[in-house]
T-cell receptor, first 115, second 111 residues
Framework: EPEVTQTPSHQVTQMGQEVILRCVPISNHLYFYWYRQILGQKVEFLVSFYNNEISEKSEIFDDQFSVERPDGSNFTLKIRSTKLEDSAMYFC?????????????FGPGTRLTVL | GEDVEQSLFLSVREGDSSVINCTYTDSSSTYLYWYKQEPGAGLQLLTYIFSNMDMKQDQRLTVLLNKKDKHLSLRIADTQTGDSAIYFCAEKLGNAGKSTFGDGTTLTVKP
């Protein structure tokens, strides 16, 4: 079965640095999402993206965050100036249309550690 | 707004049944999901139920939905040590909406 992939699996960065987390959604999917999970806490919605624009975002997704679909396959999350509290697991998800159109398929996640 | 609540821990003996409970607040939720997360891993969709259903069975998994009480449960029959993980309940409004997750229930299966 096709799957969502994410790179890197673990990213360590210094506070104040920019990071880009990468995702390759399932190839025929049209809707893309980022979620994050701070260690020991629940999975939180960050942003959804469709037709080359943000369709919904949460309070967490402030001006420090941006998303982009730079080509036909990648979907990226950029954090401009990382803070210690950005340390978390970041999950990308995608979904298509049709019978399974309600299902979001999650990637394995990128663990971001901000020092 | 949406809110999803779960009890945090459950411990069972191998071979017993596990029942993980979840309550949600948004009565317009269309889909309700159960995800499994093993240590250091991503989210694996186990099963889901549409809001117009009361029950769904999938091999060892049984999902029960009480819409009136906004209560969802996941029963795992013949629980195995490999079932030890964190189980997340999630709700979603329609196809397009984001998923709202509960805190997760850590299931520990003792031999």
């Amino acid at each position: 079965e096709p799957e969502v992939t994410q790179t890197p699996s673990h990213q360590v960065t210094q506070m104040g640095q920019e990071v880009i987390l990468r995702c390759v959604p399932i190839s025929n999917h049209l809707y893309f999402y980022w979620y994050r999970q701070i260690l020991g806490q629940k999975v939180e919605f960050l942003v959804s993206f469709y037709n080359n624009e943000i369709s919904e975002k949460s309070e967490i997704f402030d001006d420090q965050f941006s998303v982009e679909r730079p080509d036909g396959s990648n979907f990226t999350l950029k954090i401009r100036s990382t803070k210690l509290e950005d340390s978390a697991m970041y999950f990308c998800a995608s979904r298509g249309d049709g019978n399974r159109g309600h299902e979001q398929f999650f990637g394995p996640g990128t663990r971001l550690t901000v020092l | 707004g949406e809110d999803v609540e779960q009890s945090l821990f459950l411990s069972v003996r191998e071979g017993d049944s596990s029942v993980i409970n979840c309550t949600y607040t948004d009565s317009s939720s269309t889909y309700l999901y159960w995800y499994k997360q093993e240590p250091g891993a991503g989210l694996q969709l186990l099963t889901y139920i549409f809001s117009n259903m009361d029950m769904k069975q999938d091999q060892r998994l049984t999902v029960l939905l009480n819409k009136k009480d906004k209560h969802l449960s996941l029963r795992i029959a013949d629980t195995q040590t490999g079932d030890s993980a964190i189980y997340f309940c999630a709700e979603k409004l329609g196809n397009a909406g984001k998923s709202t997750f509960g805190d997760g229930t850590t299931l520990t299966v003792k031999p």
